[in-house]
């Protein structure tokens, strides 16, 4: 059965208050403390919205391949691109894509959304006001193809 198209419980989350993993060392301590088996539904934005969660497997590959994407791609000596709503329990990890990070505050008219999103449960619909590049669309491509899913 396909889950509606907006989650109040997931929307609340997302808009509220996130706290962010500012340094590398931060984040890598974070995915250790992140349960792949707990339920993530694996959400990248400009793609097909998840409709039941991933299995440990593909979370923990997830988990090792964005985390590699961030380093190679975000050429800072923090972090700082990583949200989480608790950074011990995360229910909902937002993590923004380094080549589209426009400005977090808004200022610029339109809200940044996050290239990826994990969530403990069924993400509402986030539709991107910008078209995702065609190198983001294959890389979550690649991963899926890595993990055997289509």
Do not use: T
Request: charged share 20%; proline share 9%; glycine share 8%.
């Amino acid at each position: 059965m396909p889950h509606p198209e907006q989650n109040p419980e997931f929307d609340a989350l997302f808009d509220g208050m996130l706290y962010s993993l500012l340094s590398w060392q931060q984040l890598a301590e974070f995915w250790q403390r992140v349960d792949p088996s707990a339920g993530w539904y694996l959400y990248a934005l400009g793609e097909d919205r998840p409709e039941s969660p991933a299995d440990a497997e593909h979370v923990g590959s997830f988990i090792r391949e964005i985390d590699a994407l961030l380093h190679k791609d975000h050429h800072e000596d923090y972090c700082g691109i990583v949200y989480a709503d608790d950074l011990e329990h995360p229910r909902l990890i937002k993590i923004y894509d380094p080549n589209h990070l426009g400005s977090s505050c808004g200022s610029i008219g339109y809200r940044v959304l996050p290239g990826w999103v994990m969530s403990l449960m069924p993400p509402s619909d986030l539709s991107p006001s910008h078209l995702v590049p065609q190198n983001r669309r294959r890389w979550w491509q690649g991963f899926l193809d890595s993990i055997g899913v289509h």
